[in-house]
């Protein structure tokens, strides 16, 4: 399924070759614990993108030494599995994937009180099982709800997003192909909706200072959008035990009613 | 001044829960007078007072929680315990001997071996230091027999119920013996394995519905119903052998 590049990759009436228009996100699906190992976990789907994380800890931190005196180490493996990309990805981790673990992890950390729990660990692992631009976003998503469904305190859940141009014209959510195209630029923002706060920014290519402006403003709606989605998936997974419960105590009333 | 959800409403890190006036309770925190929650979990407030239930969490050590631990280590001085915490706990066999310690003469691995269970108490821990145990106390020690069961440290109180109503009510229905650890492992003891089949039926069902309300008349109908049904077993299989 080799990708043939658009000749355009925006038409005339604003409309991106996959059909969506300029401030418009890929769909997205996310489900909250799924690993049942893992002390918390979740999945994302955005476009194309499938990511799986999963929490453990705080636990005992290994080796001895890591251990901060007077917070939590979080620890945060980002990996892109082998199949994940066209041509097969060495599973070693490469540099780029290093990076992103390291800013992944300087996004989530202020949003989690790390300071209860001095001298532990807790450890985070991001897994991408397919990619397809923007993956860096999604994955601190995902990470930020299996936090939550750990159980860990946290200060707000950390929705992230990307917004840039392409062919001149500013869009969010960029998919691998348009992240790819010439002369663009790629903007990917952690947002911590609440406290109205960001806490990754990053960028490359070129925009003017206007175009700063409103792409970052389009990334930060766009990161309340996915902070919805967030809050509605962390609420599903609760609500469903809870009927299937409520349905249980209908029919252990009914039957003692029998 | 205004409280923005509802008793017992579903909320997640991050929600702005009441401003001004109020106190934050449990897994809330408070920032420029709001209070926002840290942990999914169930809203309520009570006169001023904003807490939030956590439907998930880990248990954390309190100094004098008896808690119920498995032993990792056998060490020279004591042993390595696991409590289901972020930390190992120590148990120092002063605290386990009554009488100083002979380290040519005591024999540590026969008083608590790796791999068996104890129910000990915290007698210290903060921030900087692992926590440290007893088992010098009435009721604590070592578990010789009997079941284990893990549950949600948060759902502790709700087996216990309001001054222990629940599980005064377990025991008197099962004949079970049953001892809570506030880390989140019950240690269950009872004359048959059915009697504590129905103790650990009883305990999972408490987890499960932990946030509905008139639980213990529930959970005493299903212990009944399930009496009921073994009485009922017994008579329908003694009947071919009489005749």
């Known amino acids: 399924m080799s990708q043939k590049k658009p000749e355009k990759l925006i038409d005339e009436k604003g409309i991106r070759y996959d059909g969506r228009k300029l401030d418009e996100m890929r769909p997205v699906k996310i489900e909250v614990g799924i690993l049942s190992n893992a002390d918390g976990s979740a999945y994302i789907e955005q476009g194309k993108n499938r990511i799986l994380a999963a929490v ?3 636990r005992e931190i290994h080796p001895k030494h890591q251990a901060l005196p007077d917070r939590a180490a979080l620890r945060c493996r980002y990996h892109m599995a082998p199949f994940s990309v ?3 990805k060495s599973p070693a981790p490469s540099r ?5 673990s390291k800013v992944m992890r300087e996004a989530l950390e202020p949003s989690v009180f790390t300071e209860y729990y001095p001298r532990t ?4 692992f991001v897994e991408v099982l397919q990619a397809d631009g923007g993956t860096r976003c999604a994955g601190i998503t995902v990470a930020s709800l299996a936090l939550a469904d750990a159980g860990i305190p946290m200060r707000d859940l950390v929705a992230a997003c990307a917004a840039g141009k392409v062919e001149d014209h500013l869009v969010l959510d960029l998919n691998d192909v348009e992240d790819k195209s010439s002369d663009g630029a790629d903007m990917p923002i952690a947002y911590m909706p609440s406290l109205n706060a960001v806490t990754l920014l990053q960028m490359d290519g070129m925009l003017t200072p206007e175009e700063f402006e409103q792409v970052l403003t389009m ?8 902070g919805q989605l967030q809050k509605e998936a962390l609420k599903a997974k609760y609500t469903v035990v809870k009927e299937g419960e409520a349905e249980k105590g209908e029919e252990a009333e009914e039957e003692a009613k029998e | 001044m205004p409280v923005f959800y509802e008793n017992r409403q579903l909320v997640t890190p991050g929600d702005l829960l009441a401003e001004n006036d109020y106190i934050n309770g449990e897994n809330t925190y408070r920032e420029d007078g ?3 929650a840290t942990r999914v979990g ?3 407030h009570e006169d001023k007072r904003v807490y939030v239930v956590a439907l998930k969490s880990f248990y954390i050590p309190m100094v004098g929680d008896t808690i119920i631990g498995r032993v990792l280590e056998v060490t020279l001085g004591g042993w390595i315990v696991n409590i289901r915490a972020p930390y190992v706990a120590m148990l120092r066999a002063s605290d386990a001997l009554e009488r100083p310690v002979r380290p040519q003469k005591d024999d540590l691995p026969s008083l608590f071996d790796v791999g068996d269970m104890m129910i000990a108490k915290i007698v210290a821990y903060d921030r900087t230091r692992d926590p440290l145990l007893t088992v010098l106390e009435r009721g604590l020690g070592k578990v010789t027999r009997g079941q284990i069961l893990e549950i949600t440290p948060t759902k502790i109180p709700r087996v216990i119920g309001k001054k222990g109503s629940m599980i005064t009510m377990i025991k008197n229905e099962t004949g079970c013996q049953i001892m809570i650890g506030q880390n989140g492992r019950i240690v269950i003891i009872g004359k048959t394995p059915e009697d504590e089949h129905s103790a650990i039926m009883a305990i999972r069902m408490i987890e499960q519905e932990a946030h509905t309300t008139g639980l213990t ?10 009496k009921g049904e073994k009485t009922t077993k017994e008579v329908v299989e003694n009947v071919p052998k009489e005749t």
């Not at chain 1, 660990?121 to 985070?124: G, M, P």
């Open chain 1, 219 to 226: 990334g930060i709606e766009g990161c309340k959008q996915i």
């Open chain 1, 86 to 88: 066209q041509e097969r």
């Open chain 2, 42 to 44: 169930l809203f309520n």
């Open chain 2, 34 to 36: 709001k209070i926002y």
């Open chain 2, 217 to 226: 008349d529930r959970v005493t109908e299903m212990l009944r119903k399930m």
């Open chain 1, 121 to 124: 660990a807790i450890d985070l």
């Open chain 1, 56 to 58: 453990y800890g705080p």
């Open chain 1, 96 to 100: 780029r994937e290093l990076e992103i």
